[in-house]
């Protein structure tokens, strides 16, 4: 696990500058504090920042092949590089490592671009290939790690695991993207392939790229996808079965590791999986770690304390206060773009307690995607069922109607919410499934952006995003379409984020055994009933564990890692908030209606309303801007 960064020269041979190199490999020091390397030579430079996890003592990077005409960075592990490594010898090639980092040089000389084909693992990596005059970039099939990229005004293409990095050169201007901004607002995060800055881009999931000096930088080329056919011919016990064997061999790939090596147990179904899968596979007690949390309505530690008494793990529990907001700056500079998923902030906790510990953890992340697992998988069924009822014009003509007429309650369970329902019913499926996922929804973002703000955006509208997957989701069944947004979206842009910046943050490596896309593409093969039956969600996984988990932690209901952002915001963030928000680096933008933010923070405050997202969103936005240097000048220059 580590740190990449680098420049390439897409236009020449320039000798790339030392000090600027350095400057962006040390802006990643969290990433990779065992050691650090650059390379050099005209035309392209590396930088490598290393947590050393496996082949310790000749795992360095960069890494070359004999005659050094193919250099390599890498950031994540190859889980089936042993594998890899017996049949490249087969094919003559000679390792001087026991590293996964080699196997991808030399999968590289055998198979080219269609190296990323062989590769099983999570995985961001640059290559530059002397004798092909290029540089290949690719990224892991679910995003599990991130790769940054931006090409200056003079030439020179920029890369990065972190934005932070790309910035530190200091020749990319920082002009914010009007469209990244109504998706941040929108989603709570900047989706891929965007950035916050127009002129740096994500990497997206299961992509790579292809740069050929002296030719225009093109468009990265999806390499994989996952098709949902749900057309397994399984029963219900035979595929219980095949799940448990899968879970396992996902589990067994990721104990590979010359460190110490753990999980999360914060005692849901997924992570309670893993940890049952690992301590059958090792006779050494697993290393466990929870947090707690000082209010009960967010305590979930009973539970995760049953899995680890059944399993006698090394179980080691810190309870969090339910005021434990000071991380509000520091979330900023570890995201380096606005994020506002404020279960950010247990997730930088449980991964400190985890490094105390460990240096390598697995945890249940992707389960609900994959599963089925989503309380709002349930919900939007439900409306599916009434939508699928009527025609789309008869639905907006009678149902559009009757949310404008019907008060809003947002106190009040979604489910009882029929303003919500009518708003959802009137809708097609997928922007009625942007709506449920939205943070800021219409019509309170549309009132929250200025006039000059809504100019700039030119009718871009971030429902968008939503749009362009679903066009490739290749499938009608309801339930898989919006798991399929899922992976594409929420998985990447809000999950993955936060666990690589809060874990990469503490020196700390994630593996993620239920986003093996082995184990992904299978389940998405069987049928819809399996994942969600009835109020059931999650119905095969729970099924197979049962064996394995107590029936109180697999049907349970549902927790979530949460924080009591409302209370904070009527309480100690109180000041601070209202102070940030209207006299703050936001407030000097010009994107927002003043008028609007006032009217949120005086319901919010009373307890009229609750507008504990929006404003959190807003907060966090003021500290990106604060974070970056920025202020007034992003508006005029995104104009």
Request: hydrophobic residues 40%.
């Amino acid at each position: 696990m580590c740190g990449i960064t680098g420049l390439f020269d897409t236009r020449g041979q320039r000798l790339p500058e030392r000090d600027r190199l350095q400057r962006m490999n040390e802006s990643q020091h969290h990433r990779g504090p065992d050691e650090g390397d650059l390379h050099i030579e005209p035309g392209v430079g590396f930088g490598h920042r290393r947590l050393s996890v496996i082949d310790i003592a000749t795992g360095q990077q960069p890494i070359f092949n004999d005659d050094k005409s193919v250099a390599l960075v890498f950031n994540g592990e190859v889980y089936n590089y042993l594998e890899l490594m017996d049949a490249l010898r087969g094919h003559g090639y000679v390792f001087r490592t026991k590293s996964d980092s080699e196997v991808i040089v030399r999968a590289w000389e055998h198979w080219g671009e269609d190296c990323v084909h062989h590769l099983r693992g999570m995985f961001a990596f640059m290559i530059h290939d002397r004798r092909r005059d290029c540089l290949f970039m690719a990224r892991d099939r679910l995003g599990v790690k991130p790769l940054h990229y931006a090409m200056t005004e003079d030439g020179w293409l920029l890369f990065g695991s972190e934005l932070k990095s790309l910035m530190a050169h200091g020749g990319l201007r920082q002009e914010m993207d009007p469209r990244a901004v109504e998706a941040y607002f929108a989603l709570g995060y900047v989706p891929d392939p965007w950035t916050i800055y127009r002129h740096a881009q994500k990497l997206a999931p299961g992509h790579r790229l292809l740069v050929k000096r002296g030719q225009p930088l093109g468009e990265p080329q999806r390499y994989w996808d996952v098709k949902f056919t749900l057309d397994a011919k399984i029963g219900q016990e035979e595929a219980a079965e095949e799940l448990r064997r899968r879970l396992t061999e996902a589990v067994k790939l990721r104990l590979k590791a010359e460190v110490p090596l753990g999980a999360f147990l914060s005692g849901g179904v997924d992570s309670s999986a893993v940890v049952a899968a690992m301590a059958e596979l090792d006779a050494q007690p697993v290393n466990t770690c929870s947090i707690g949390f000082d209010d009960p309505k967010f305590n979930e530690t009973e539970f995760a304390q049953m899995v680890a008494d059944r399993y006698r793990t090394n179980h080691r529990v810190e309870t969090v206060s339910s005021d434990d907001f000071g991380l509000v700056d520091m979330l900023a500079h570890l995201y380096d773009e606005p994020y506002a998923d404020s279960s950010a902030i247990p997730t930088y906790r449980v991964c400190e307690l985890a490094r105390k510990h460990v240096t390598v953890a697995l945890s249940g992340d992707g389960g609900d995607e994959t599963f089925g697992g989503y309380r709002r998988y349930k919900m939007h069924m439900m409306e599916e069922r009434m939508r699928s009822a009527f025609p789309l014009a008869l639905r907006k003509g009678v149902f559009g109607p009757l949310a404008k007429l019907y008060p809003k309650a947002d106190w009040a369970p979604r489910v009882f919410r029929a303003k919500t329902t009518f708003q959802a019913i009137a809708r097609s499926s997928v922007d009625a499934y942007f709506n449920t996922m939205g943070l800021v929804r219409d019509p309170l973002r549309q009132q929250l952006f200025s006039d000059s703000f809504k100019r700039d955006l030119q009718g871009w509208h971030a429902s968008e995003v939503f749009h362009h997957h679903a066009q490739r989701a290749g499938t009608d069944d309801p339930l898989a379409l919006i798991q399929y947004l899922d992976i594409h979206t929420y998985l990447p842009g809000d999950i993955n984020t936060k666990v690589d910046r809060a874990s990469m943050a503490h020196s700390l490596e994630v593996r993620e055994p239920l986003m093996d896309h082995e184990l992904v593409e299978w389940v998405a093969t069987l049928p819809s009933s399996l994942k969600l039956r009835g109020q059931e969600g999650k119905y095969l996984f729970k099924k197979s564990l049962e064996p394995l988990l107590p029936h109180d932690v697999l049907y349970r209901p549902k927790m979530g890692f949460a924080v009591p952002l409302a209370r904070w915001l009527r309480g100690p963030l109180r000041e601070h908030t209202r102070n940030a928000l209207q006299n703050g680096a936001l407030a000097q933008t010009g994107w927002f209606n003043a008028s609007t933010i006032a009217r949120l923070l005086d319901q919010h405050e009373r307890g009229a309303l609750d507008h504990a997202q929006p404003l959190w969103a807003l907060l966090m936005f003021d500290a990106f801007l604060r974070n970056a240097g920025l202020g007034a000048a992003p508006a005029r220059a995104a104009a």
